[in-house]
């Protein structure tokens, strides 16, 4: 693997979402624990902060940091009067949470049920975030 400048140390995962599948949106088994494991193989000495909601089985999953948080529930969106539940108060209040807690230079919001693969993304980062950029195609700092 070659050596990058951005040491592992200094970016931390921020691992939001609930641990268990409900029975109404079905996960693949133990997904979970092969997100936290597969951060651990590519990012060996990076911190993981799992944010998720009070009562999960957490057995067996490595993290760094636990967030607990009380689920604020789903949200409601009507389309044509049609009443849609959604699970973005869920997704931002976790996420938030997680990422307020992060003390490192460089974080990663993942879902708990997203599995890595590799490295690619922080190679494409490293080769492109210093590209000189006018203000007006900025974002952000």
């Given at each position: 693997m070659p050596t990058l400048s951005i040491p592992n140390k200094d970016i931390s995962f921020v691992v939001q979402g609930p641990v268990q599948a409900s029975d109404a949106r079905k996960q693949i088994p133990g997904v979970t624990k092969r997100t936290l494991d597969s951060i651990r193989q590519y990012f060996p000495g990076s911190s993981i902060v799992l944010s998720t909601w009070k009562g999960q089985a957490l057995e067996?999953?490595?993290?760094?940091?636990?967030?607990?948080?009380d689920d604020p529930g789903q949200?409601?969106?009507?389309?044509?009067?049609?009443?849609?539940?959604?699970?973005n108060n869920r997704q931002l209040y976790s996420s938030h949470m997680g990422l307020t807690s992060v003390k490192t230079k460089y974080a990663v919001k993942m879902r708990s049920d997203n599995v890595l693969i590799g490295r690619g993304f922080v190679e494409l980062f490293e080769k492109y975030h210093c590209l000189d950029r006018t203000d007006q195609d900025k974002l952000l700092k």
């Open positions: 067996g999953l490595d993290f760094d940091k636990l967030i607990e948080l949200n409601s969106v009507f389309n044509n009067d049609i009443e849609q539940k959604l699970n």
